[in-house]
Nanobody, 127 residues
Framework: QVQLVESGGGLVQAGGSLRLSCVAS????????MGWFRQAPGKGREFVAA????????YYADSVKGRFTISRDNAKNTVYLQMNSLKPEDTAVYYC????????????????????WGQGTQVTVSS
């Protein structure tokens, strides 16, 4: 059974930084695009960033472009989200997810295209 476990969330002041990690187990991690999504209270789950299975391509939501960086270490079955210049509007539960299809040609950003999800980690940014 595939499992994704996130860590690294917490409380930080506006302008600060956090690094989220997501460790995968149970299947061939390096075959799948990995993504980060977030869900704020009362809102739907939104795409944040994704990285291709090879690590050669990345894609970001406009709201985080230039502030967040996604990366992966296939040897460690881990994907990271470095979050800098955090804003109060970044407050949300952040979820790691694996694409439901292996070796996709392009990075997919739709919630429904990701088949495996972690339990989420809370990020709170105070003003």
């Amino acid at each position: 059974q595939v499992q994704l476990v996130e860590s690294g969330g917490g409380l930080v002041q506006a302008g600060g930084s956090l690094r989220l990690s997501c460790v995968a187990s149970g299947r061939t991690f390096s075959s799948y695009t990995m993504g980060w999504f977030r869900q704020a209270p009362g809102k739907g789950r939104e795409f944040v960033a994704a990285i291709s299975w090879s690590g050669g391509g990345t894609y970001y939501a406009d709201s985080v472009k230039g502030r967040f960086t996604i990366s992966r270490d296939n040897a460690k079955n881990t994907v990271y989200l470095q979050m800098n210049s955090l804003k109060p509007e970044d407050t949300a539960v952040y979820y790691c997810a694996a694409d439901s299809k292996a070796y996709t040609i392009s990075i997919r950003t739709s919630y429904g295209q990701y088949g495996t999800w972690g339990q989420g980690t809370q990020v709170t940014v105070s003003s």
